[in-house]
């Protein structure tokens, strides 16, 4: 997930990062990502497990993703 979040993000401005949570809290339930770029930080992405794992490989679904997360870049750097 981290891979696929920051090449999507980078595709906005390469000098975006990507953050996961996965805390205790959410051990084994679920995790969120964040962009960071500078001393930005997004609002969270959430991640539930059974949904990633139901959709890993739908088009439609890596497609509905990779817009949300540029989307979050373009917003988190203004352009």
């Known amino acids: 997930m981290h ?3 920051l090449s ?3 595709r906005e401005n390469p ?3 990507v953050e ?4 205790d809290e959410r051990e084994g339930k679920s995790y969120a990502a964040r962009l960071r770029f500078g001393d930005k930080t997004s609002r969270p ?7 990633v794992a139901d959709n ?3 088009l439609a ?5 990779a817009e949300r997360t540029r989307a979050l870049a373009r917003e988190l750097t203004g352009s």
């Open 45 to 51: 992405i959430e991640f539930d497990y059974k949904e």
């Open 20 to 23: 996961l949570e996965s805390g």
């Open 3 to 5: 891979n696929f979040l």
């Open 56 to 58: 890993r490989g739908s």
């Open 61 to 65: 679904w890596g497609r509905s993703m």
């Open 15 to 17: 000098r975006i990062e």
């Open 8 to 10: 999507h993000a980078k």
